[in-house]
């Protein structure tokens, strides 16, 4: 008998898009599935295109809860899933049929742990590859870390995985913050001494222009610090040897957030380039490492004009 994998999709005021996400789940060729929603407070019709599936197909079952957002709604998949493995999909994207029979294919033939698609931000693109050629990744952490991050897969994010429940069925996401997928895919992987990748496109990743990663800077992106925070902590406790490697990570992230919202004037934006500099300036203390542009402050500010000559002449 084929082993149970369960799907778990919170939602949150998705309308515009739910609809295509479970057709496309449903459409899957492998069948044997337990599909959880998680619908997180939604306030939109999201709740009763939810239910309506629920009444359609035996496999899809519908909780719902106050809003905890997409951590606690994760986390409240997790506690009641049943299946042998698990595998995230974000209720605004799209899988292909052959996502999860692939994902699981490659899994059992490579005795992995874990296996990882493509993904693509264009839905043109989302096709199941034929005989899809895979790479197994092990060796030790800092070894699968890194050979992960060399890869072209959907490195630390939480969907386009599936995991065996040994892996994945004991750890949770962190409640309250955004940029929860990188912690849970570090502590993850410690789970996992096999990953399979696979060069199938099987999963689309939708971009919105109203994502929360995509807003003007507001106080959610301080997330960010509490992310580092946390990658900080989990590598010295268990990964010591990982801690510049982590610190890099964090330093290339706040960089990116740096080049992002240095267009914005705003009072909140302006108090978040001060921290991103203070936090990347004490990073490059930690590493040893030099960087001409977070030397200092006056580096800072002249790196900081630079960038907004960039975007306006862009504009």
């Given amino acids: 008998m084929e082993p149970l994998i369960s799907v778990i999709i919170p939602i949150y005021n998705v309308e515009a898009y739910l609809k295509e996400c479970l057709e496309s789940v449903l459409a899957q060729t492998y069948a044997y ?17 939810a239910e309506a599936y629920q009444a359609k197909d035996s496999r899809v079952h519908l909780i719902q ?20 493995y698990f595998l995230f999909v974000d209720s ?20 992995a742990d874990s296996a990882q698609c493509l993904y693509t931000r264009d839905i043109v693109q989302l096709k199941d590859v034929k005989n899809p050629k895979t790479t197994l990744i092990t060796g030790d952490y800092m070894m699968r870390v890194k050979s992960l991050a060399a890869s072209n897969h959907s490195f630390k994010y939480a969907w386009g995985r599936l995991m065996k429940r040994s892996v994945a069925g004991r750890i949770r996401f962190e409640v309250g913050m955004i940029l929860e997928d990188g912690p849970y895919f570090y502590e993850t992987l410690d789970e996992t001494s096999r990953v399979v990748l696979l060069d199938s496109p099987s999963y689309f990743y939708r971009k919105r222009p109203d994502s929360i990663l995509n807003a003007p800077a507001n106080p959610r992106h301080f997330d960010q610090f509490k992310k580092n925070q946390l990658l900080e ?5 268990k990964h010591p ?24 004037d705003t009072a909140i934006a302006r108090e978040l380039l001060a921290r991103l500099y203070t936090e990347n300036h004490t990073l490059l203390e930690k590493r040893s490492h ?26």
Wanted: negative net charge; aromatic residues 10%; hydrophobic residues 35%.
């Fill in 33 to 49: 599935l337990e599909i959880i929603l998680i619908d997180d407070g939604s306030t939109d019709g999201s709740k009763t295109i």
């Fill in 65 to 84: 809860q106050e809003n905890l957002g997409l951590s606690g709604a994760r986390n409240t998949g997790l506690d009641a899933a049943k299946g042998d």
């Fill in 92 to 111: 605004d994207d799209v899988i292909s049929p052959r996502h999860i029979e692939d994902l699981y294919a490659a899994v059992i033939a490579s005795d």
């Fill in 233 to 237: 902590s989990y590598f010295e406790k």
């Fill in 241 to 264: 040897e990982g801690l510049d490697y982590s610190r890099a990570q964090s330093f290339s992230g706040n960089d990116a957030l740096v080049k992002r919202y240095v267009g914005e």
């Fill in 290 to 315: 030099k960087n001409f542009w977070y030397r200092s402050t006056s580096h800072y500010a002249l790196y900081l004009r630079l960038l907004r000559l960039v975007h306006r002449i862009k504009r």
